[in-house]
């Protein structure tokens, strides 16, 4: 499987995903709460792997300009009509990862990543191209499943499984306290590291980081 792959597979499944329910409103609502709290009007925000556009259309309007970027054309095609329905001003959608961008141009004051960090295939590359993107003090803000601490039978059988047939997208394999290294590794410092579910069996911790 590649990147082109995992494009494919969240193509697919586009209209669906939209469709869904979030399955912990009361911890995404905590989540967006305390990001919130942590932008100011003048920020320039960038959100990897944003889907839908949920999240976008629900913060964008707290700051100066908000650019929400996936993989899946899909998933921005639906952002796109949603953000048609609902306009924001200063908010834009963009087929990319975070290694198509550039840091040439003006760069981000914020970098989220939420249901993200799993699904990239190189998590310490991927890690040092936000560290690019963002200004001097800048914040990575993230809130990512950790399939190591997961269930073995969940990470050993049936997502390996559900791969082989299609069903599942890529997905690495690490835990909490090892992705706070990789972080810190990549150049940041960890400031927060929270449980903001509701649910006491999903290990999803949410992270700030800030720029070194």
């Known amino acids: 499987m590649s990147m082109e792959t ?9 209209r669906k995903y939209a469709n869904g329910t979030i399955a912990d409103p009361a911890g995404y609502e905590r989540t967006l709460e305390r990001t919130r709290a942590l932008l100011r009007s003048s920020d320039r925000v960038l959100e990897l792997g944003c889907g839908t556009g949920t999240t976008a259309l629900r913060l964008s309007s707290d700051v100066q300009g ?58 310490a590359g991927t890690l040092g191209h936000i560290h690019a993107l963002l200004t001097p003090q800048g914040l990575f803000i993230s809130k990512t499943p950790c399939v190591g601490d997961m269930n073995p039978l969940i990470r050993l059988a049936l997502l390996p499984a559900m791969r082989a047939i299609g069903r599942a997208p890529y997905a690495g394999i690490f835990r909490a306290a090892g992705l706070g290294q990789v972080i810190h590794a990549a150049g940041f410092d960890v400031l927060a590291s929270e449980n903001h579910t509701t649910r006491g069996d999903d290990n999803r911790p949410y992270i700030v980081a800030r720029k070194r």
């Open 66 to 123: 908000y650019l929400g970027t996936d993989i899946s054309t899909g998933m921005i095609a639906i952002a796109e009509e949603k953000h048609a329905v609902d306009p924001v001003p200063g908010l834009a959608f963009r087929v990319a990862t975070a290694e198509a961008l550039t840091p040439e141009g003006k760069r981000f004051d914020i970098v989220l990543g939420f249901n993200y960090l799993h699904l990239v295939r190189d998590l």
């Open 6 to 14: 995992d494009a494919r597979f969240w193509d697919r499944r586009s």
